[in-house]
């Protein structure tokens, strides 16, 4: 959850629920993996494995969202998601 450019928490959701967000992003564990191993290795996404990439293709993550303004906000603010994603990739991960 986003407010402006502060991320006001994470938190798990049910399945389906994705759609009360203004956008998602959908994609196979494996390629999101692959994006977070391109930002521990570079300290920050780089060519193909970057959110803007990813979601233009649309051949590995794909944006969806429930109406256009949704789709225009992750434009308008991607930038601010790729350095909160790169952020997140430094952080310890507790099974």
Request: aromatic share 10%.
């Amino acid at each position: 959850s986003f407010h402006g450019i502060t991320c006001d928490g994470v938190a798990e959701i049910d399945e389906g629920a994705e759609r009360l967000a203004d956008c998602w992003l959908d994609g196979t564990i494996e390629d999101w993996q692959a994006m977070f191993d391109c930002i521990g290795a570079n300290g920050h996404a780089v060519d193909q494995w970057t959110l803007n990439t990813l979601t233009l293709f649309g051949d590995r993550i794909s944006l969806h969202a429930a109406d256009p303004m949704g789709e225009d906000r992750f434009s308008r603010f991607n930038q601010t998601l790729q350095e909160f994603v790169d952020a997140s990739a430094r952080l310890g991960v507790d099974a």
